[in-house]
């Protein structure tokens, strides 16, 4: 069982930045491929960024390309998103996601789920 909880969300005008961070419990947090999520008003959930169990590896949603960057500290169970240049389309709530999978791009693959941190940016 892996429990997450989010932070780092909030109103930021556009242009500007915002670090989101994804704390999971237990021991086993290496073990789990992570991924980004958001999901706006009348909107699917979409990923936005994916990362492997080690880090090596990334992928992004083709319209944060360049702006935003996930990262991993394995010592610290934390999970980051990076996102600069912030755009109004931006706006959504923002959940990160824990998976057993080597790697995965599709909501269904992720096992683990926070609740949840809300990001607005205004224009």
């Known amino acids: 069982q892996v429990q997450l909880v989010e932070s780092g969300g909030g109103l930021v005008q556009a242009g500007g930045s915002l670090r989101l961070s994804c704390a999971a419990s237990?021991?086993?947090?290496?073990?789990?491929?992570m991924g980004w999520f958001r999901q706006a008003p009348g909107k699917e959930r979409e990923l936005v960024a994916a990362?492997?169990?080690?880090?090596?590896?990334?992928s992004y949603k083709d319209s944060v390309k360049g702006r935003f960057a996930i990262s991993r500290d394995n010592a610290e169970n934390t999970v980051y998103l990076q996102m600069n240049s912030l755009k109004p389309e931006d706006t959504a709530l923002y959940y990160c996601?824990?998976?057993?999978?080597?790697?995965?791009?599709?909501?269904?693959?992720?096992?683990?789920w926070g609740q949840g941190t809300q990001v607005t940016v205004s224009s």
């Open positions: 990362i492997t169990r080690s880090g090596g590896a990334t």
């Open positions: 237990g021991r086993t947090f290496s073990s789990y491929a």
């Open positions: 996601a824990a998976t057993r999978m080597a790697f995965a791009e599709s909501s269904e693959q992720y096992d683990y």
